[in-house]
């Protein structure tokens, strides 16, 4: 495998002959099972009462090595390099049937403990550029294991999405000197439209232009570019944020079990870019967000048609929708 460019958007495509896998690994016995007979290679577990609450493996078939050199060099127009970086599997929790929207918050919580560590660890890393956090669930989402899990994967780049939201984080502080996100969150609380709920000083809200329906973020209310110092730093806001994802996916999963929910949070800012320009007011002008993306089996047409996202659904219906949704506790 390995690491191309496109010259046109700028995003890397990571590409080779590896066989495609669509749907879940079939499993004789689960790898990920405290008693699994084929045990993972632990990077780091969150301790609890009983062996574990959480733990980071390596992926079985990582897409990104930790070894090696990126060897970046030209192909004539063409930027191309190696497929180095880190790709672990986050196991949200020791029990098969404890998923996000069914586990405690306590145990939520552990786990967003533990992926604040992997992402500050791997960013250690001067190598790494961006550190990847995500989850996809259900046969149409693309999801590899039965057990509850997540991924990681750093990366000696930055996806082409959150470039695009440091870009425009950038313009928006030179123009008006105020993070864009901390606006849209004044915006939405004050007009309610589109506010699902709050929890503590974490919002979930359908966004002003959704790309599908039921489309759902979660922000911080107070300014903060990093998820990881968040996460690491202040435990009881962790705990509402444990509440508030468990909350959201659960009124997701009245409309579609199959979702795909990813981490934006800040570049490695322990090893900035000397050159790019949204480095220079990052820690003012970003602001970490999670993003979950419903797949709607029988709304194909609308994650993109003729290069225009299209959602047959508002966001102020899909709120009320999601706000009147009957979801547990």
Known sequence: MELRKDPITRSWVITGDDPVEYSPRPETACRFCPDAPNATQ???SVPSAGAWSARSVVHPTPLYHIEGEAGRHGD???????????????VENPRHDRHL??????????????AAERIMDLKRDPRIKYVSFFKDYGSNAGQEFSHPTSQITATMFVPRRVLYELRAGREYFVSKERCVFCDILMQE??????????RGDYVAIGPYAPRVPYEAWILPRNHEASFERTGLSKPGLRVNLAALLRRTLQRVRTFTEDFHLVLHTSPNSLHPSKTLGYWKTIDDDYHWHIEIMPVLATKARS???????????????AVRQLREAKIEG
């Open 42 to 44: 632990v990077i780091s």
């Open 76 to 90: 004539g127009i063409y930027d191309r390099m190696s497929s180095v970086g880190a790709h672990e599997v986050l």
């Open 101 to 114: 929207w069914n586990a405690s918050d306590d145990e939520i919580g552990q786990f967003l403990r533990l």
């Open 189 to 198: 609380e004050r007009q309610a439209a589109r506010v699902i709920e709050a």
């Open 303 to 317: 994650y993109t048609f003729k290069e225009v996202y299209y959602s047959p659904v508002s966001s102020e219906t």
